[in-house]
C-alpha cells in the first residue's frame, strides 16, 4: 500500500504510469471550476499527456468550484498534492496512471481569490464542466433564463457573484478596467453548443451589471463550441477499494473510466490555447455534426437504457445492455429514432459509431450504474430526448419509442420500482416529478403539462396519444410485459 503524492511516486508499482514532470515544470494557464471525475479522466488527462511530452507547460490546472463537492474535492486530493489515479478500463485491460497537470485548488468559499485568479493575465482559459443542468437555461427553449433565484442573487450583488458565471464575468469586468486581454471561456459539459450556451450564461448575468460588460465579453472573449467523451462513473468505496487491491495505490479519489476518450473543438481561442491535437484533440471548423451524433446516439442512448433498468431493479449498465428487453430497446429507438435525426459527420460512418457506442456501453469493467444515468432528468431530458422527438414530428417521423422513453421517466419518477424498491432521487426538481407521476398514473397528459422539459414536443397529439398509450400500458402490463410488447419480444 503507497499513499499517493510525488514523494512516493517512485514507490509506485512498476507499470503504473507517472508524470516525467515535477510540479515546479508548470506553469498555470488554466482555471477550471467543477473538479469531478470527468474532468479529472478528460481534460487533465489530455494535458498530463502534453506535460509528458515537454510540450505546452504554460497550461496548468488550477482548480476550483462554487459547491460543497468542490471542497470535499480540495480536502481530498491536497493530502496528495493534487494528484489523481485514473484507472482505464477495457473488457481484458485495466492499467493505471498518476496524472499532475493539476497545481492547485481554491476553496469555493473563498471567491475573492477566484475572482484575484480569473484577473490574473496568466490564466488564458477558463474551463468548466459544471452538468447539463449549471447554466441556468430555459429547458424548453435553451435560452439564458436571468430569472433563477441565484441569477437574481448575482444581479444584485455584481462585487460578491456566487454562481461560477457571476464570478467569470466579474473576472472579464476585473480584466476590462486593467486593460488585461480576456480569456477563452471553455465548456466542458454535454450540452449543444456549449460555447454559446456558455457565453449567454457569462455575457447574461453581465448584461444585468452593465450593458456595455455584456457587450464588450461577447465582442472580445472566445467561447468555443466543443464535444466531450468519455464514461466516467462516479467513484466510490468500491473503486477505492479497487484501486488499493490491484494497484496498491492508496488515493482519497482516484478515476475509473473507459479507454476510449474523444475531444473535438473548434479552433476559438482568444489568447492562446495548449496543442492538444498533440494529444489526440481534434480541432474542427464546425463541431455541430459531432455534438449532435455524441449527444443524441451516446446521450441518448444512455437516457434510454436509463428508466427500464431502473424500474426492473437493474443497477449496472453493461448488466442493463446484456437484458434481452432493455438491449432490444436500446437498439429499437437508436435505429428507428435517434440515429435518422443525425446529419452527416465528416470521416465517421453512423453505423460504426452505434456500434461503438454499443460496445461501450457493455464495457463490464466500467461500472458505470444506473442510478447516475437516471440522474437529473428532468435537464438532461429535455437536452437528449425531447429535441429528438421535436425533430421527427417535424419530419413527420414516428415518435412511438421516444414516447415510450418518456413514459418509462414518468414511472421511473414514481419513486418504486416494479419490485416496490425506492428509486434514485437524482433530481434537483424531484418533488414536483413525484407529484406528477402519481397523478399521470390516471391522468397520462398531466406528465407533458412540464412546459420548461417537453415545450411544443408536450403540445403534439401525435406525442401524447402516443405518450399516454405507452405509460398506460407500462401501469396496466408492468414495465417487463409493456417493454416486451413494444419491442415485439
Known sequence: MTKLNRANLPSLKPGIAVPNYQASDLKPGILHFGLGNFHRAHQAVYLDTLFNMGKSRDWGIIGTGVRPADRAMHDALKPQDWLTTVVEQEANVSRARVTGAMLGMIPPEDRAAIVRKLADPAIRIVSITVTEGGYFIDPATGQFNPEFPEMAADGKHPDDPHTVFGLIALGLKKRREAGTKPFTVMSCDNIPHNGVVARNAVAGVARLWDKGLAEWIAANASFPNGMVDRITPATTDRE??????????????????????????????????????????????????????????????????????????????????????????????????????????????????????????????????????????????????????????????????????????????????????????????????????????????????????????????????????????????????????????
Open 240 to 489: 477505492r477499494k479497487l484501486c488499493l487491491q490491484d494497484f496498491g495505490i492508496e488515493d482519497n479519489w482516484p478515476v475509473y473510466c473507459e479507454e476510449f476518450i474523444q475531444w473535438v473543438l473548434e479552433d476559438n481561442f482568444c489568447n492562446g490555447r495548449p496543442e492538444l491535437e498533440a494529444a489526440g484533440g481534434q480541432f474542427v471548423p464546425d463541431v455541430t455534426p459531432f455534438e449532435f451524433m455524441k449527444i443524441r446516439i451516446l446521450n441518448g442512448g444512455h437516457a434510454a437504457i436509463a428508466y427500464p433498468a431502473s424500474l426492473l431493479d437493474v443497477h449496472f449498465v453493461h448488466d442493463a445492455m446484456n437484458h434481452p428487453l432493455v438491449g432490444a430497446f436500446f437498439a429499437k429507438i437508436e435505429r428507428e429514432e435517434i440515429m435518422p435525426t443525425v446529419p452527416p459527420v465528416p470521416g465517421v460512418v453512423l453505423d460504426d459509431y452505434y456500434h461503438l457506442i454499443h460496445r461501450r456501453f457493455s464495457n463490464p469493467k466500467i461500472g458505470d450504474t444506473i442510478p447516475r444515468l437516471a440522474f437529473d432528468g428532468s435537464n438532461r431530458q429535455p437536452k437528449f430526448i425531447v429535441p429528438v422527438a421535436r425533430d421527427r414530428l417535424k419530419a413527420g417521423g414516428s415518435v412511438d419509442s421516444l414516447a415510450f422513453e418518456s413514459a418509462l421517466w414518468c414511472r421511473h419518477c414514481f419513486g418504486k420500482t416494479e419490485t416496490g424498491k425506492d428509486t434514485t432521487a437524482g433530481d434537483p426538481a424531484w418533488p414536483r416529478l413525484t407529484e406528477l407521476a402519481a397523478r399521470a398514473k390516471t391522468d397520462p397528459l398531466i406528465w407533458l403539462s412540464m412546459k420548461d422539459v417537453y415545450g411544443e414536443v408536450g403540445q403534439s397529439e401525435v406525442f401524447r396519444r402516443a405518450f399516454a398509450k405507452s405509460l398506460t400500458d407500462i401501469w396496466s402490463k408492468g414495465t417487463e410485459k409493456a417493454l416486451a410488447d413494444f419491442v415485439g419480444a
